[in-house]
């Protein structure tokens, strides 16, 4: 029978391939109409959050300090990628979000799996004129040329999608993109800088962590990786799996607080304090710790073996990323 052997969590921001000099142009992005919320999740202006800043994160900005952290984040990339080299897994669920990149308002999937037998990742569709920065960290989400067909683990996904139904989850399945764009960044992402030489077999689930007005609760989420980690012990196959969530934690502005209640609620093994988490402060890009909950609810019977926690403030409004990288399983076997 299968076994649930290892599950990670990773960020995904295109801040990832960006070079310290290039973090200050993100930020102008967060300055010129970027939609921010604040800690309560309510619509703000990039003003007003400066105003309310705190004037220490001056020093979060200093070129000394983004060149410390983007190695440091660099770094959370590379160990990542070998944990997940480590565990020798023969297939990899990977949990993210898509952003309208497949899914758009004519129907928008709480939770859907992919069961193709490959899927696509194609070069980037930016326009010509986009800045160099921009296209530096979107390319690490893209093939460099060409399409390449990645492949996927089609009859556990086909398992997952029944056993889910059986649970009373009304998932969405789908065998072939709707757009050529191909996979979306969360599952690029894990493709291009986390399988960087071998590339184990995936399921792609795609939940709507985005999009009002049927995001799941993190309750919600939470049962759903306890289901999805029943579904594969149910798996009549000889194979060991594992589960990894691809996006957050905050962002667009950095709450700190927010992302270490979460790393801490995965390090204990605290599924009350996940579920309870208020909806309401998982929106924008905050709603990607959905994701980590998924992988958390599936992780619950594993060690939690370590983890990383970069706050990447990048402007004295408090933007930003908070950057995360974690594992759980046996610590011989993923670093």
């Not at 997952?160 to 996979?183: C, H, K, N, P, Q």
Request: net charge negative; hydrophobic share 40%.
């Amino acid at each position: 029978m299968a076994k649930l052997r290892a599950a990670f969590g990773t960020s995904h921001t295109p801040m990832l391939n960006s070079p310290a000099e290039d973090i200050p142009k993100h930020a102008a992005i967060d300055r010129t109409g970027r939609a921010l919320l604040d800690m309560e999740g309510r619509r703000t202006s990039y003003d007003a959050l400066e105003r309310a800043g705190d004037p220490a994160l001056l020093r979060e900005i200093t070129p000394e300090m983004l060149r410390e952290k983007v190695a440091r984040c660099q770094a959370g990339v590379r160990r990542l990628a070998e944990a997940i080299g480590a565990a020798a897994l023969d297939v990899l669920i990977v949990v993210g979000d898509d952003q309208r990149e497949q899914f758009i308002d004519d129907n928008m999937p709480a939770i859907s799996i992919y069961w193709g037998d490959d899927i696509p990742n194609t070069v980037s569709d930016l326009p010509e004129n986009a800045p160099d920065f921009w296209k530096l960290a979107r390319a690490q989400y893209h093939e460099p040329s060409g399409t390449r067909r990645y492949p996927v683990a089609a009859d556990l996904a086909r398992h997952l999608i029944e056993a889910l139904t059986e649970r009373e989850f009304d998932v969405s399945a789908s065998r072939e993109l709707r757009f050529a764009r191909g996979e979306g960044h969360a599952f690029g992402f894990v493709h291009r800088r986390l399988m960087p030489e071998h590339a184990i077999p995936i399921v792609p689930v795609a939940l709507n962590t985005y999009y009002a007005p049927n995001q799941p609760l993190p309750r919600r989420s939470y049962r759903l990786g306890q289901a999805i980690r029943h579904a594969v012990e149910g798996w009549e196959r000889d194979a060991a799996v594992g589960i990894l969530a691809s996006g957050g934690l905050s962002h667009f502005v950095v709450d700190e607080a927010l992302d270490r209640m979460v790393l801490k609620a995965c390090r204990d093994n605290d599924g009350a304090a996940l579920s309870a988490l208020p909806p309401q402060r998982l929106q924008s890009g905050n709603s990607e710790i959905r994701n980590w909950i998924v992988a958390a609810g599936a992780a619950e019977e594993l060690a939690f073996a370590w983890s990383d926690y970069i706050p990447c403030y990048r402007s004295l409004a408090g933007t930003g990323t908070g950057v995360a990288f974690a594992a759980w399983g046996r610590r011989t076997s993923i670093g």
